[in-house]
């Protein structure tokens, strides 16, 4: 494979990260409207929140089986068409069965989609042979801060969930399916992937993968409680305006972006495990900073610190895993992925549940003892290829500029 063609396919693959980043942003920061614009009752609401995460995980696991007999990059050059006119289903309906169909397809596909495209880039930076993961990450971020930015814009100006989503689909549809035109993945493709996917799928140990899967749960738990709570927190806790109070959210995300930016010259230059104990130790900071500040400035700062430490761990997690089953890296990213989904459903009801029973400054210390637990488990991050057979199989890499 040709260093064009390689170059060709890490850009078609970012702009895919940040395309899902809008999309996605689009759809949670205008929640509010959608429960106005169909009538959801606040005791029906979680119910729907929570069946998204929960169909993108069944679209996970349905991607491990599809993966199998065709290409991570065909799954994904169907799926981020399915995802942007999902979301246009949710903003152009009315009656609430059409929430309920448009929300359905938007989760099993954003599961398909999330799977795919990390498994596409693990394998192109197993092709690189360097650390080039959380750049497609930091993609993902920058399209978050355009889709929370657009939303702003759509709220601000009183729009229909419609009119705000119509724009974004139009132009992100299209450059979507001309940019899947130069998908490719880091393997060989010359090679027969049915039987080494049938092979590798037995041979991914979830003993081995588990503590990868627990450091998932543990990040996303992380990343829920910053994006339900830190308004609230700011605002309930330290007596911010409600203006500042939406301000935490929007740093936490430029600090992921910035983090993720540079993220991958830290792996180059000191190696996962240390880039992930690092991270690991600044967020865990961040919560303590965030539980006992004393007004909002000080509680602005732990969101910060949070940003710039959870940020390194998702990403790595995936190339860690796809480390481990070099021979089966589909698979195994397809299966971690489904914590992903696991840790946005815990999250959020564990720190509101902690947060009425008990306090909200004690609630924080909860995911940062969480995410603290990740340094029991970083030396998986550098671990050596899982164990097939009677001997190690590594993973082909070239040198890409």
């Known amino acids: 494979m040709t260093d064009a063609r390689l170059r060709h396919g890490r850009a078609s693959l970012a702009l895919s990260f940040f ?5 996605f942003a689009l759809l949670v920061t205008r929640i509010p409207a959608i429960q106005d614009r169909y009538g ?15 169909l993108a995980g069944v679209g996970s696991v349905l991607t491990e089986k599809v993966v199998a007999r065709v290409r991570p990059r065909v799954v994904l050059r169907w799926a ?5 006119l999902a979301l246009l289903g949710v903003g152009a309906g009315s009656e609430l069965w059409a929430a309920a169909l448009a929300l359905g397809a938007f989760g099993l596909a954003v599961g398909a989609l999330d799977a795919s495209m990390n498994m596409m880039g693990v394998s192109l930076q ?29 709220a601000h100006w009183d ?10 689909v139009v132009v992100l549809l299209p450059a979507a399916v001309i940019g899947s035109r130069w998908y490719v993945e880091g393997a060989d493709e010359e090679q027969g992937r049915d039987g080494e996917a049938a092979k590798g799928a037995g041979a991914v140990s979830f003993r081995l993968l588990l503590p990868l899967c627990l450091v998932m749960s543990f990040a996303y738990i992380g990343d829920s409680t910053v994006s339900n709570w830190s308004a609230k927190y700011l605002q309930d806790v330290l007596g911010s305006s409600e203006q500042l109070a939406t301000v935490p959210y929007n740093v ?8 993720r930016a540079v993220g991958d010259l830290g792996v180059r230059r000191f190696g996962a495990v240390a880039v992930v104990r690092g991270g690991t130790v600044l967020a865990a900071a961040g919560f303590a900073v965030v539980a006992v500040a004393g007004g909002a400035w000080t509680g602005m700062l732990g969101f910060t610190m949070l940003g710039l430490g959870l940020c390194v761990i998702v990403p790595q997690t995936f190339a860690a895993a796809g480390r481990m089953f070099p021979g089966a ?7 971690l992925n489904i914590f992903n989904y696991v840790g946005f459903l ?39 290829p899982a164990r097939y057979g009677g001997g190690h199989e590594r993973p082909r890499t070239a040198d890409v500029g």
């Open 19 to 23: 395309v899902q980043g809008v999309t």
């Open 40 to 54: 959801i009752s606040d005791g029906l609401l979680p119910v729907f929140l929570a069946a998204v995460p929960i």
């Open 80 to 84: 981020q068409p399915v995802v942007l």
């Open 126 to 154: 197993r092709a690189y042979g360097r650390s080039i993961m959380l750049g497609f990450h930091a993609a993902y971020s920058l399209g978050g801060i355009a889709g929370a930015s657009m939303a702003w814009a759509g």
């Open 159 to 168: 729009l229909s969930l419609l009119v705000s989503y119509l724009p974004a």
């Open 252 to 259: 936490y995300m430029v600090t992921t972006l910035l983090g």
């Open 329 to 335: 890296s589909d698979t195994a990213i397809a299966r």
């Open 346 to 384: 815990v999250g959020s009801p564990l720190v509101g549940a902690l947060g009425d029973a008990w306090s909200y400054r004690g609630a924080m210390l909860v995911p940062m003892v969480l995410v603290l637990a990740t340094l029991l488990y970083a030396k998986s991050f550098g671990a050596e």
